[in-house]
């Protein structure tokens, strides 16, 4: 088994740069591959992007001006973070991450949910 810990999320102030950790522990292996989602009220669970295990990182196109992702260093190498730029009231939702590990298997967070108001 594989666990998923985010963190970093609650209340921020429009404008303000959150940082994301997502922490992997348990039985990972290889991690190939981390990524994260969202999920507003309402809406349905969306990618925001994902860092491979050569470094790699997505973002998808409506987002990759101010969302980053990247891994921590040795030995916090199964530490993802998902930094965030100039975040408004518009994207108040819950951040998920997961991982690809050994044995292809996909492991998701509970989340973490980020509330953007002033």
């Known amino acids: 088994q594989v666990q998923l810990v985010e963190s970093g999320g609650g209340l921020v102030q429009p404008g303000v740069s959150p940082r994301l950790p997502c922490a992997a522990s348990?039985?990972?292996?290889?991690?190939?591959?981390s990524g994260w989602y969202r999920q507003a009220p309402g809406k349905e669970r969306e990618l925001v992007g994902s860092i491979t295990i050569d470094a790699n990182i997505n973002v998808v196109d409506s987002l990759k001006d101010r969302f980053t992702i990247s891994r921590g260093g040795f030995p916090n190498g199964h530490t993802v973070y998902l930094h965030m730029n100039n975040l408004s009231p518009e994207n108040p939702a819950v951040y998920y991450c997961t991982a690809l590990v050994t044995g292809l298997r996909t492991y998701w967070g509970q989340g973490t949910q980020v509330t953007v108001s002033s």
């Open positions: 348990g039985s990972i292996g290889r991690l190939y591959k």
